[in-house]
């Protein structure tokens, strides 16, 4: 009986070690998905910007207008970003992650309940 018992606590401690495993490997997958995709945004607004920097400049007769025509679009970008972090950026990433850790176990326990309830 203490052998079964052992050996069950055993095969539940490696279960939970591959479950975390899982998880873990899932959220970080997404989160290098994320900073991948972030980082080709980023550079597509880097050049974007520049060219229109340098458009601006045109227009204006000065690179220097266009370029702080530029900054200031970018700055009040930053602003209005930084003043709705919340609701854009915090909240939908916690209920992502959320998501993803609890999504097999909300699967396996709807799995585990017993088809007479």
Known sequence: MLKKLENYISSRLLLLKIDATEKISKTLAGLFKQIMLLMFCGSVVF??????????????????????????????????????????????????????????SVKKESTKKDPES
């Open 47 to 104: 050049f974007v910007s520049i060219a229109a920097a340098l458009w601006v400049g045109e227009i204006y007769d000065s690179m220097l207008t266009g370029f702080l025509v530029m900054a200031g679009i970018h700055l009040l970008i930053l602003i209005i970003v930084f003043v709705l972090r919340r609701p854009l950026l915090e909240t939908p990433m916690k209920n992502r992650i959320i998501r993803i850790i609890f999504k097999e």
